[in-house]
């Protein structure tokens, strides 16, 4: 199994994730590495802002298809803000009760 790196800065092209669809455009790429059968790496280098809304488009939408299990296994997060520990989560909280 090998690893795949998306960097957010450079998918969005921006250092602030705020919308859900920005958060979209990540969960998509995740998606695809785990049909590929590899594991992520979600980089957060540079990021400054980061919304619930986008960190539930981008992650918290995984907990509707992958058991918390799973998603610990293959998703690894680096390199991101306190602020933004706390708001995600807050997101992987709320996923893992409604999924």
Partial sequence: MTNTTIHIESI???VKGIDAEE???????ILK??????KVILSFDNMEVLSEEFLQSAVGELYKNY???????????????FT???????VVDKAKESF
């Fill in 12 to 14: 969005l092209g921006d």
């Fill in 23 to 29: 958060g979209q455009q990540i969960y998509d790429l």
């Fill in 33 to 38: 590495a785990f049909f590929q059968n590899n």
């Fill in 67 to 81: 058991s918390h299990a799973e998603i610990k296994e293959n998703l690894l997060i680096e390199n991101i803000s």
């Fill in 84 to 90: 933004g520990k706390v708001a995600l989560k807050r």
